[in-house]
């Protein structure tokens, strides 16, 4: 994968050492330095009050009549795949019943649950007023680590 980029304030000196971790890179070919190629999205974060938001256990456990973020009562247990596990759930906001994909507390599979968030905000887009029947994306958000 590409390495993560760091912005910090410059302290101004440098040396051999420090100068040998990185390459110059000419801004003129740097696809990163071009900010119309980016597009961004907000993903909520849900955690307990009090709490740091660190799970002991990396599986969610899935317990019928539990309320998930204060909003979703899961009501039947659907399947699970590679990376997943589904939940029919009650939104207690507006009373429709929905489908939940609980990710694998697994960075891999985190990076991969976000792809599929821009995948069906595209769908989702294209598609207004749900006129071709697809998935439906109603609410999206990062819970326990998952």
Known sequence: GEAMRGVAPS?????????SKFETVDP???????????MTFNL???HRKGHTGFEEH???PVRLGSVVAGRYQLTEYLGSAAFSKAVQA??????????????KNNKDFFDQSLDEVKL??????????DSKGLLRLYD???HREH
């Open 58 to 60: 990396k599986e969610f």
């Open 90 to 103: 009650l939104d207690l906001q507006t009373g429709m019943m929905v489908c939940m994909k609980i990710i």
């Open 11 to 19: 302290t101004g000196g440098s040396s051999k050492k420090s100068a």
């Open 140 to 142: 999206y958000f990062y």
């Open 44 to 46: 909520r974060i849900i």
């Open 28 to 38: 003129a070919v740097d696809p990163d330095s071009d900010p119309d190629t980016f």
């Open 120 to 129: 069906l905000k595209l769908i989702n887009q294209r598609d207004t007023g």
